[in-house]
């Protein structure tokens, strides 16, 4: 809790950046985005939706010689309102500007019961999973379901400080997202080593069962604890969902914070380990486990940097579905005759290009163009996400919504 504080010379800076912000967000334009999301969302619009996040490329934008602040936590919300901005004044994507500062509760978790390692990694690049569970027989018992703790002196202290740096300026809400995915296959993979799963599938195929129910059961656990202790955290309107997109719907009524259930959210489930398994190895393994989870909520999000379409005879069964990531690897002349009107296209498109500090805009159009080939018969939205470097050119987001915008003129 030390760490929590505010020099008055930062406060300063940051009230500035917040007026800036709440200027943005009064904007008439901002009211225009949110009708869209919603309408969107609710399957009443195909007009495409276009949403940029560099992810990792925010730090070549935002780079650390721009902060003014001097603390730690001042900088890390300096470099958050600035990245608003960025957004909102250059980026010029559908993203939608509130006048809102949000923090997390402060959080420690125990995790599943054994070190999950990984070697290699740095700088973000590729890793190898050092394998917890080399043995069911012995190791699988040493296994319990997550317990988190939440610190609430911290937590509360933190909230309080935001309050009295940025309101009356901000309004400042506590906002936690416990999880981004719920697919589970990414912690059996990191407890148990992508190649043994892979032949557990052939070789102890009543193990992957009893695990992906063990993680299941753990996880609905987990949400039942944090739906009991008022610690959800509603994630409709202007949050993230999925992977790439909104919440903003009427088909999910606000409730009071304390009382959210997972049937007042958005929900989620992928498995982009899983990539090289047969449509129906994942349809015995893994789908009857996400049928369980995705039940638990009010409207979901299936897939992320898989192909989806290979799964989609199953996966479309999954309850009150709506939005479907379709990844660069997805067919893309299946889109129409896959999704129509009745799902959300989340078209991710391929980030390469934006990795050259000299983009190559035909091969970009191109892209652009693929994806929304018979997007005039489905709920198009066009993504760019899981940028490691956008080849340290801040003009490269800015020239891809652009783009995409040039493209979606082009075919309305």
Not at 95 to 123: C, K, M, Q
Not at 227 to 234: D, F, H, I, S
Not at 251 to 268: C, L, N, R, Y
Request: hydrophobic share 35%; glycine share 4%.
């Amino acid at each position: 809790m030390n760490d929590y504080c505010i020099t008055s010379k930062d406060r300063e800076i940051l009230r500035a950046l917040a007026q800036e912000l709440r200027s943005d967000a009064e904007s008439p334009l901002q009211d225009e985005k949110r009708k869209l999301w919603t309408k969107h969302n609710d399957l009443k619009t195909n007009q495409p939706l276009v949403f940029c996040d560099p992810e990792n490329g925010w730090h070549e934008i935002i780079t650390d010689d721009m902060l003014k602040c001097e603390s730690q936590l001042a900088r890390n919300w300096e470099w958050f309102l600035r990245r608003q901005l960025f957004t909102s004044r250059i980026m010029l994507d559908d993203v939608v500007i509130d006048a809102e500062f949000t923090v997390p509760y402060i959080v420690s978790n125990n995790g599943w019961g054994l070190r999950i390692e990984h070697i290699g990694g740095e700088n973000n690049g590729a890793y190898h999973v050092k394998q917890a569970i080399q043995d069911y027989e012995e190791d699988f018992s040493k296994l319990h379901y997550p317990e988190y703790t939440v610190d609430y002196a911290a937590s509360n202290r933190l909230l309080s400080l935001a309050q009295e740096t940025f309101e009356p300026i901000l309004t400042v809400r506590r906002y936690h997202a416990w999880w981004w995915s719920l697919g589970m296959t990414a912690q059996l993979i990191d407890l148990r080593g992508l190649e043994d799963f892979m032949y557990d599938l052939v070789d102890e195929p009543e193990w992957i069962h009893r695990f992906m129910d063990f993680l299941c059961t753990g996880t609905l656990k987990m949400i039942d604890r944090l739906e009991q202790e008022g610690l959800l955290c509603q994630n409709i309107g202007n949050r993230y969902v999925g992977s790439g997109g909104f919440g903003f719907t009427d088909q999910i009524a606000p409730v009071d914070e304390h009382k959210v259930t997972s049937m007042d959210m958005w929900g989620f489930v992928e498995s982009q380990e899983t990539v090289s398994i047969s449509p129906e190895m994942y349809n015995e393994f893994i789908y009857p486990y996400h049928e369980r989870i995705a039940s638990r909520f009010a409207l979901n999000c299936f897939a992320c940097c898989e192909p989806y379409d290979l799964r989609w005879k199953y996966a479309r069964n999954l309850p009150r579905l709506r939005r479907v990531s379709c990844s660069p690897w997805s067919n893309r002349e299946k889109t129409e005759e896959n999704l129509g009107m009745n799902y959300i296209a989340s078209f991710k498109l391929n980030p390469s290009p934006l990795s050259q500090h000299n983009m190559d805009e035909d091969y970009v159009r191109q892209l652009l163009r693929d994806a929304l080939k018979g997007a005039t018969h489905c709920v198009p939205e066009l993504i760019m996400k899981d940028c490691h470097t956008i080849g340290h050119n801040p003009q490269n987001p800015v020239r891809w919504v652009q783009m995409a915008r040039e493209e979606i003129a082009r075919i309305l």
